[in-house]
């Protein structure tokens, strides 16, 4: 059920399954996409969903609002059957399903919005080659047929330069992670966060029997959280398991310091940088965030005697590398994380 303050809709978008479409690619089905008359700018020029091919790479931008091309990670195409969110100005054409992460301004600066969020709300938009206040028509719209977009890597910025009817402007990239996949679904299972991410969480779900707190304790297994230094806006708690296995995916330093790992066996580390560290201060705040780098957490081990390292959450520069290179560099002993990866302690 998506609700606005004008109008509740019951959505059909059909059961996620992975299938395949390019040789070289997985597609996903979700729905934060575009309709059929969208077009996306790729190196090669301007394209329609279905005319991509797997080597092209379309236009997004990067911290400094310079455009550069990226290769996407993955392409969706879905069938759906639904409403669809067109916004229709002399400057600006889209047609996305509800729930599509559209890059707007109402008031807060610049941040990515589905349409049930800002619908009837003024907005400004980034459209070519300047920030826009679009006065138009939007509403909701029947739709059915199939409906495209594609993901970007984790390291960007998540746009995309689209356009419909030859109206340009800056919109976001499906990128089916963190919370947003389990509106309107019932599920059984256990989640362990912090207070912060529980109450979010209570925002857009039901949580039954919630225990929040800094140690959790299943079967045979206890689990402890230890909060991060990585993102001032989205929070990091790295995950030890029975004092022997941490899991940080995402971290400068844990907040405490580096000791309070000292215990490990084995480390699953951020993979987003080799040798050079990812790290600003926020203007208001005056925390750092980011990413430490590979180098870093292999000291890090030899000073703890850890006996086994992964590294997974690769970023750009890592993955350009290759995986011959990129182990050359880390030594023989660390463990590049990949898929089906099985580890027997």
Not at 42 to 48: E, I, L, P, V
Not at 82 to 91: C, I, K, N, T
Not at 255 to 273: E, M
Not at 293 to 305: E, N, V
Request: glycine share 8%; aromatic share 10%.
């Amino acid at each position: 059920i998506i609700e606005t303050s004008r109008v509740t809709f019951l959505l059909d978008c059909g059961e996620e399954k992975f299938f395949r479409r390019l040789k070289e690619v997985d597609f996903l089905v979700v729905s934060h996409c575009f309709d059929e008359e969208t077009e996306i700018f790729t190196d090669s020029g301007w394209k329609k969903f279905p005319e991509l091919s797997a080597n092209d790479k379309v236009a997004t931008l990067d911290e400094d609002d310079n455009l550069y091309f990226e290769k996407p990670v993955g392409y969706i195409e879905q069938d759906y059957n639904g409403p669809m969110y067109r916004l229709h100005a002399d400057y600006l054409d889209m047609c996305v399903t509800p729930n599509h992460r559209i890059f707007c301004d109402v008031g807060e600066g610049f941040r990515f919005y589905t349409p049930v969020e800002v619908f009837g709300l003024t907005k400004k938009f980034l459209t070519e080659d300047s920030e826009t206040i679009v006065d138009g028509d939007e509403s909701w719209v029947p739709y059915k047929g199939k409906v495209y977009c594609v993901e970007l890597p984790k390291y960007t910025r998540h746009l995309l330069l689209v356009r419909r009817e030859g109206r340009v402007h800056w919109s976001g990239n499906s990128h089916p992670d963190h919370v947003d996949g389990i509106r309107g679904r019932t599920l059984q299972l256990p989640v362990l966060a912090s207070r912060k991410v529980i109450s979010q969480l209570r925002k857009i779900c039901e949580l039954r029997d919630p225990r929040p707190g800094s140690r959790f304790e299943y079967k045979d297994v206890s689990l402890k959280l230890i909060p991060c230094l990585h993102s001032v806006k989205a929070p990091m708690w790295g995950l030890v398991l029975n004092e022997e296995i941490g899991i940080f995916t995402d971290i400068i330093a844990p907040r405490r310091g580096w000791d309070v790992l000292k215990n490990l066996k084995v480390y699953i580390g951020d993979g987003s940088t080799l040798n050079r560290p990812i790290i600003r201060r926020d203007k208001e705040t005056g925390e750092i965030y980011g990413h430490t780098t590979m180098l870093t957490q292999l000291r890090k081990a030899d000073s703890y005697g850890w006996k086994k390292v992964i590294f997974t959450h690769f970023g750009k520069v890592p993955v350009e590398m290759g995986d011959e290179k990129l182990q050359e560099a880390l030594g023989q002993d660390v463990l590049i994380a990949r898929d089906n990866l099985t580890l027997t302690l």
